[in-house]
């Protein structure tokens, strides 16, 4: 079941996922609600799952992750427990960084960090090589970050 949006409820999306820090009493007045109101739909929004987490972005550079690969994965077979292993495994890296079961050409897409080509080869070797369900595995290597985030289209 999908939870009933208002005006409100959308302007205080729009804000809290610009930055998530932002004062509940910024919040109220972009919304024109009292605080604790914005308290309480602040609340009914992350139990009913429309805010699933609150986290903080880092700059991967800052952290010597220097490198961005996305990488298309053809499975050999498809069957449900294949396709739930490679998932588990994706979800159990720390430099995968997303992780999409596609159409097309491909069964999966990950989009992966490593400090260096050493740091994706390792990579590779844990979730490509070591798995003798994958096929193959095609990689291009981002040469710039244009856009990153996850911020959703509110109100438009």
Request: include cysteine.
């Amino acid at each position: 079941m999908t939870l009933p949006l208002d005006a409100a409820d959308l302007v205080i999306l729009r804000l809290f996922q610009e930055d998530s820090t932002t004062p509940i009493r910024a919040l109220a007045e972009a919304a024109e609600l009292s605080v604790p109101s914005v308290q309480r739909r602040l609340r009914r929004l992350r139990e009913g799952g429309v805010i699933e987490r609150e986290i903080g972005v880092l700059a991967p550079s800052a952290l010597g992750m220097a490198m961005t690969f996305i990488v298309l994965v053809e499975l050999e077979r498809e069957r449900l427990d294949q396709l739930d292993a490679f998932r588990r495994r994706a979800l159990r890296d720390p430099n995968v960084q997303q992780c999409y079961y596609i159409t097309g050409e491909a069964d999966f897409v990950l989009i992966c960090l490593a400090r260096d080509m050493a740091g994706f080869e390792a990579l590779t070797q844990r979730l490509f090589f070591a798995d003798e369900n994958v096929r193959r595995f095609r990689t291009s290597v981002v040469l710039s970050r244009t856009k990153v985030g996850l911020s959703l289209p509110i109100g438009e």
